[in-house]
């Protein structure tokens, strides 16, 4: 297996988890960004409130999205499967 093959499994790998895991992120960064501006404007600075409304955000929205994050990682690690003979050259 030539490095340069290592180097694109690699470079796919990481580009599928950083595809598959932005929903959650930018779930958690828009639920973060708003509970901020709510404690902002009504001066609680509690941290459960700041924790829960993430945790369910980024919850829900793995909820919502894990058929289709599990068909993208089974696609590929099937791809790599496929491709193993011509790699053990």
């Given at each position: 297996m030539s490095d340069a093959m290592v180097v694109?499994?690699?470079?796919?790998?990481?580009?599928?988890?950083?595809?598959v895991t932005l929903p959650m992120l930018l779930a958690g960064v828009i639920?973060?960004?708003l509970v901020s501006i709510f404690q902002t404007v009504t001066s609680?600075?509690?941290n459960v409130l700041a924790f829960i409304p993430r945790a369910a955000a980024i919850f829900i929205v793995f909820a919502l999205t894990f058929p289709w994050m599990l068909r993208e990682i089974i696609g590929f690690s099937t791809q790599l499967i496929q491709r193993l003979p011509e790699m053990i050259r």
């Open positions: 694109g499994i690699m470079r796919q790998a990481i580009e599928l988890a950083t595809i639920a973060g960004v609680i600075q509690d």
